[in-house]
C-alpha cells in the first residue's frame, strides 16, 4: 500500500512530481530567456548606433518591466516614450536627466544609453538560460531515480540490482 498515516510527517511532491516540476521550470525559464529576454537584450544592442539625446526620467516605474517612460527632444518636438523591457534606471527620480539614443526614423524606439549594451536583460537572459540548464539536470537525475526504483521494484524483495 502507499497509503502514509495521518501525521506521519511526511510531505514533498516524490519523484515523479520532482521530476514533472523540474521540467516545467525548465521549460518556462528556458521561454523567458529565448522568448522575452534575449530578444529584449538584442533590441537594446540595435540602438547603439542610434540619435542621441538628453532626456529626463518623465514617469518612474520598474523600468526592467517596461514602466518608465522618458521625455525628450527629436527633430524639434518633444517626445514621451516608453523605456523598453531590460531597461535599467529604475531607482531614479522622475526628473532625472538620462542620456537615450533613438532611432533616427522613429523616434518612438528609445533607449537608455546606458542600456545599448544589452542592459539588465542580457544579465537576465543569461542568468534565466542558467536556471534552466540547473533545473534540466535536475529533472535527469529524477528521471534516474525514477527508473532505478521502477527496476528495483520489478526485480522484487531480497534482488540486488
Not at 67 to 93: I, M, N, W, Y
Request: charged content about 15%.
Amino acid at each position: 500500500m502507499n497509503e502514509r498515516p495521518a501525521g506521519s510527517g511526511q510531505t514533498g511532491l516524490g519523484p515523479r512530481g520532482s521530476l514533472v516540476m523540474s521540467l516545467t521550470l525548465t521549460l518556462l525559464l528556458g521561454m523567458l530567456s529565448l522568448l522575452v529576454m534575449f530578444p529584449a537584450a538584442e533590441h537594446l544592442r540595435s540602438l547603439k548606433s542610434g540619435e542621441r539625446a538628453d532626456a529626463t526620467l518623465h514617469t518612474g516605474g520598474s523600468c526592467m518591466i517596461g514602466q518608465c517612460r522618458v521625455e525628450f527632444e527629436a527633430d524639434g518636438r518633444t517626445v514621451v516614450v516608453d523605456l523598453p523591457t531590460g531597461s535599467g534606471g529604475g531607482k531614479q527620480s522622475v526628473g532625472a536627466a538620462v542620456t537615450v539614443r533613438y532611432q533616427a526614423d522613429d523616434p518612438q524606439v528609445v533607449a537608455r544609453e546606458d542600456d545599448v549594451g544589452g542592459g539588465g536583460a542580457a544579465l537576465f537572459a543569461w542568468m534565466s538560460a542558467g536556471a534552466a540548464l540547473l533545473f534540466l539536470m535536475l529533472s535527469a537525475v529524477a528521471a534516474v531515480f525514477l527508473v532505478r526504483q521502477r527496476g528495483k521494484a520489478a526485480a522484487g524483495p531480497g534482488v540486488a540490482v
